[in-house]
């Protein structure tokens, strides 16, 4: 195993979820968590529970991913000490509604795209550089069963996962010769603030969503993500597809 103590760990979307069960199950582990997101007040609080916890050190920044210069500017003026990103999570992303294609809000569409797939580009772009540099890095991409299969409604988030699935491998592709490692984490259904983004603050209606069933939770996530971190260095865990018992497909999920 790959020991994670006082290796960097850049999350993204570290605020709640699955970026922030990342956050605790990296400074169990022993490691220095970087951390951004758009809720600044959310990684003040983590930041503080983190070094009460587990006493590491973390470092945040406010961020949205969309905004290009402010992605640049924030990796470029990070403090010496935190630039050596050693694990890159990219895991900023989200949904927003179910409607048909031609009903489909342009708006939405374009936040899901600039955040799920152009967001992780600009990141990517920002960070991988140094990794070459260094010869060493990891870089793990949440993905989603929507990168593999489409389910009605799900028209351009599932575009969105389909690229950045194509994107990994792509990255995989670019980095052949390397010892810099890439993955994708691929989850089913996850009980996080996934819905209500979706349903754009529905409480009812994102609660349905899990009605049921035993859904995932961002702790399983953030469990698979580390054990992928942390395989030997000729190991490198490619894709791994995660869902609940019961879920089967995107559409088929048994409730009772």
Known sequence: MISLRDKIVFI?????GIGQSCARVFAREGAKILMAARRLD??????????????I??????????????????V????????????LINNAGLSR????????????WEEMIDTNL??????????IPGMVRRNRGHIINLGSIAGHEVYPGGNV????????????KGLRLDLSGTPLRVSTVDPGMVETEFSLV?????????????HGLKPLSPDDIAETIVFCATRPPHVNISEVIIMPQAQASPMLVHRH
Request: aromatic share 10%; proline share 2%.
């Open 57 to 74: 050190r973390s470092h945040f920044f406010e961020l949205d991913v969309r905004d290009r210069a402010a992605v640049e500017r924030s």
């Open 118 to 127: 152009k967001g992780l580009l600009y990141v990517s772009r920002a960070v």
């Open 198 to 210: 979706r349903f754009r603050g529905d409480r009812e209606r994102a609660a349905k969503t899990y």
């Open 42 to 55: 959310r990684l003040k609080k983590l930041a503080a529970e983190l070094e009460a916890d587990y006493g």
């Open 76 to 87: 470029s003026g990070l403090p010496v000490e935190w630039e050596a990103v050693e694990v």
């Open 12 to 16: 993204t979307g570290a605020s709640s």
């Open 97 to 108: 509604g179910l409607d048909k294609l031609p009903e489909g809000k342009l708006d939405d």
């Open 157 to 168: 988030y599932c575009a969105t996962k389909f690229a950045v699935n194509a994107l990994s």
